[in-house]
């Protein structure tokens, strides 16, 4: 079982147990060496934070052939053992990974984040919509014009 944890930069940090929870994994590996290190492992169990960008790894990820499970960062945080940064991260993922308990996230498509990201363009326009009728109707009542 593999389990990854982004760093902010350029490295990923990786966390793995075999079966029994033994680690057999701790290793910082740079975004461009990342999918050649995970094609170089036998098929296993990786689990993931559902955050931005996340979908198109755990895709790669599944055409290797691993398993790929994505969780939310709110259930992955009870997990974490110390102070918080990507080590600790990736070992509270490796934990949560294997509850059988846990909630995990679907994979998205490519369709199915084109359709998600027409909606968000569609609501931030809506946002600006609703944003500048309201500052134009603000500036007309300066001038006295009440407009409902």
Request: aromatic fraction near 6%; include cysteine; charge should be positive.
């Amino acid at each position: 079982m593999q389990v990854l944890r982004k760093h902010r930069f350029k490295f990923v940090t990786l966390h793995g147990v075999d079966e029994r929870g033994k680690v057999i994994l701790k290793k910082k590996v740079s975004r461009d060496h990342l999918l050649s290190v995970i094609g170089n492992m036998p098929p296993c169990l990786i689990g993931m934070k559902a955050c931005g960008g996340e979908n198109y790894g755990a895709r790669k990820f599944k055409e290797i052939g691993h398993e790929v499970r994505l969780m939310s960062p709110q259930f992955v945080k009870p997990y974490v053992k110390t102070n918080k940064n990507d080590a600790a991260d990736a070992e509270a993922i490796c934990e949560a990974v294997s509850r059988p308990s846990m909630r995990f996230i679907s994979l998205k498509s490519i369709e199915q984040q084109d359709i998600q990201a027409l909606h968000r363009y569609r609501q931030r326009l809506v946002q600006q919509r609703t944003a500048l009728v309201n500052q134009i109707r603000g500036l007309l009542t300066e001038y006295g014009i009440i407009v409902p």
